[in-house]
């Protein structure tokens, strides 16, 4: 009931229309910022910090918290229609969302990744709300052993994300560990495979390496062939460029499960998005009726990863608010911006800013909306950019690859390993590797080792702090299992043959 | 024309992340695999760089046993993805000189008119469209810092 | 247009009145600002708000542009202010770490002998803090409980060359403890791994520590400071805590690039202590708990010298390779 009256209380500031109006703000420069690669919320938010302090505080959180959420919606669009993953959580939603492009479903995909991302926003609201104490109690208790054991687990992953050869899949995500582990070692300050480059010591960016790698690498292959007509089929008719009902019902599941494994992940400071839609995405797939249908265009394998990446918002708010934690650069930037306005996010917040934390949360209620309702009119419009002849729409792709590039390093050396990346990428295609896995190394191999190293620090040097602990052992179980299920289902077709000689 | 066993994609790219393996191995080496606080910078390298060599040359071998999938290579298909990603490169080299607008100009130019042969004036109203259409979104809409060159755009 | 001739030529007279020399130098176009983090990093975030009061008071007749040169722990905004030799429109914030990363980094091309030092600005203190609950009241607690059961205790902070280590292994070298050193790359999981009880100390920023202190999560048990913070006048410094080890300041100022004339120096020197004397300015060290550590170009050049010297014996001293 106490929070029945504390939400309306909310809503109640939320709803004053300056207010209202920031809300909007928020969550249409979200998605402008979202849309197009590179920019991202955390650089947004720090350019616009100054420019609101001259704002009530509680109507710049609403604003910047716009911001925050509003570009994971906008982060799927260029997946889906380009194959550019707008920020790193979007390169899961590429895997079928293009793919559903291709089969001339982008409408349909970008409409199911706007409902799915209102759903799961909307959860990870609700979760903030009910749930932000005990949560944040709860992940003080995951220490490295358990994010160890997590990011084992994403890596295994891998075997859900390889093609025809197991092999290739996994010395394609040996490629990603050995690109994660480029640059000055944190532990010990030694710099490592960064051939001399100053440039190289801070590592390879993420976004260098999804663009060039996905994006570039199918533009190059697509080359191939000289193709004449219009890139893909873009049908008719609003009704084609909405999710169909089937389509939606296929996503019940995947509603769900990227909606609370996202909100779960999105609590621990230590792990993120992407990790949180590689795993909702690999959890859909492993209890999915069709698994091999899985990369083909399935609409759940949007619905699922565009879930996390928008619960976790949610999630991430709750270290973040009740706490003083934040777990990216975007909620240590909103941390940053807190300070400078006075206000202390901690333990004490609820109880000291019960008008800011509650009409922050009922602000996201409203702004989940609004996003809904700002998106699905978009999606029309976006899908005209594949109704441009092919010769335009690849200079195009490689013109927004580099502006996305360029935007967040403002270097030219990324550009030109931008350049190194396409050609990986193109190779990859060329010789059936695939690039998921690969990307998956990447973003986990870095947290990975360091949680290891965390981990064999704290037990000086003893393995068993890994299977010791609850949490942990069950996660790494779980990995295990999880890489064993090829071998499982290879026994399974045998025993069938078997059986099929035998009768 | 069948390929001789050596040069199938497996066999080639084996061997590249092969070597790349052993060279992780060997860089690896110079760092410390354990330290007194736990494991050093070269404890996790070392790992990866193992499996990496090990993998490959699974690769290899399982490839180079199977018999010839008889699926020749478009190598003009090969060609002419190469010569679009040359140009791509020599253009990110170039955009210190150039500045991005006249790369990206340029290089849509080269897509247009050299490798669909669409005519002349298609590709240089194309090259236009383009590159004033990423100014007013990029440079002007959005205010986002392109790579200039000394023409000062 | 009147009313900014009007501040130029105020600004003018003021620092005509003060020293006549000044007169001679001031920008004439948009003052690039470099920072060697993204946006939203610690340097960026007081670039900004430098920005921003330079502009709101009128200190200086242009504006004062933000320019993130992130990458390379910082070597790549060094590389790029070192190269500007000359340019007069160009200020960086410096910090510690661009004095102590060329140290041991062989992809360094420049070090800070290569810039203009302008100003230092601020000090940031620094807290020993446990958890609420740990047995450890004061310093020498931890230090006894970590000599009892050597490499048990954990600490957990930045990377190796930061303070926290520098601070710890001062510590271990003064007294024969050992005590784990657990390095997490963001200050919150820095953080949630001594409120998770999974390490035992940890040398935390007194904003960062403030909530946490209040809500009663969190005990300070040592200042790393010259003299005590306002804020916490019950606390001991290190010193007094009884380990006379030397204090490792963390320091925040500006550089510009080599090769400008001193009139120009003197100008940003001046800018920035008027800076300094704002209302804004106060409230906001005041704010983020850092002291006021104004230095002018001359004493700051020094300072460089002194520091990287100190720093230097430190990093051997705990094993670091120093290459220069």
Partial sequence: ??????????????????????????????TVVG?????????????????TFNMPPTSAVIMLAGIYYGAKYGGSTTAILLNVPGESASVVTCLDGYQMARNGRAGAALGIAAISSFIAGTVGVIGLMLLAPPLAKFALSFSSPEYFALMAMGLAMVVLLAGDSMIKALLAMLVGLWIASMGIDLFSDASRFTFGQTEMLDGVDFVIVAIGVFALGEVLGN?????????????KGLRNLLPTMAELKACRFAFLNGSIIGFVIGVLPGAGSTIASFISYGVEKAVSKHPEKFGTGVPEGVAAPEGANNSETGGALVPLLTLGIPGSGTTAILLAAFILWGLRPGPLMI????????????SMYVGNIMLLVLNLPLIPLFAQILKLREYILYPIIFGISVVGVFAVSASLFDCWMLAAFALLGYAMRRLDYPTAPLILGLVLGDSMERALRQSLMMSQGDLGILVSRPISATMLFLAVALLCLPLFRRANTWRLKALEENG | MAQSKWMRGDVVSGAVLAALGAYIISEARGWEYSTQEGPGPGFFPMWYGVAMLVLALVLMVKSAMQPDSGKPVAWSGVARALSVWAVFAIGMGLLKVLGFLLVFALMTLFVVAVMYERPLKVAFAAAIG???????????????????????? | MNIRSNIIIAACAAALAAAPAWAQFKPTKPVEFIVHTGPGGGADVLARFMAQVIEKENLAPVRFQVNNKSGGGGLTAMAYVAEKKGDTHAIAVFTGNWLTNPLTRTEAKFTVKDMTPVARLVL????????????FKTLKDFIEASKKAPGTMKQSGGSTTSRDNVVRQLLMKDTGANWAYISFPGGGERIAALLGGHVNMMVIEPQEAGEHIKAGNM????????????????????????YDIPNVEQVRGIVMPSGVAPDVVAYYEDLFLRLSKTATWQKYLEEQ????????????????????????????EAGAKVVR
């Fill in chain 2, 130 to 153: 383009n590159a004033v259409g990423f100014y007013l979104l990029f440079g002007l809409a959005l205010r986002l810092e392109l790579p200039v060159g000394p023409l000062g755009f």
């Fill in chain 1, 223 to 235: 080359m191939e062939k000289r193709g004449e007509g219009t890139m893909l089929p873009v049908p």
């Fill in chain 3, 289 to 316: 708990q850092f002291q006021d550590g104004y230095m002018k170009s001359a004493e700051l050049a020094k300072f460089f010298d002194v520091y990287t010297d100190k720093m230097r014996g430190i990093l051997k």
């Fill in chain 3, 219 to 242: 005990r300070v048990i040592a200042q790393v400071s010259d003299k005590r913070l306002a804020g916490y006048p019950n606390v001991p410094t290190i010193k007094e805590a009884g």
């Fill in chain 3, 124 to 135: 940031e203190p620094a807290l020993v803090a446990v958890k609420a609950d740990a047995p």
């Fill in chain 1, 1 to 30: 009931m106490e929070v029945l009256t504390s939400l309306g209380h909310g809503f109640a500031v939320a709803f004053q229309p300056l207010n209202l109006f920031w809300c909007f703000a928020g969550v249409f420069l979200g």
């Fill in chain 1, 351 to 362: 109880q000291d800013n019960p008008e800011l934390f509650w009409g922050l949360v009922a």
């Fill in chain 1, 35 to 51: 849309v197009m690669p590179g920019l991202g919320p955390a650089a947004t938010i720090a350019m616009l910090l100054p420019l």
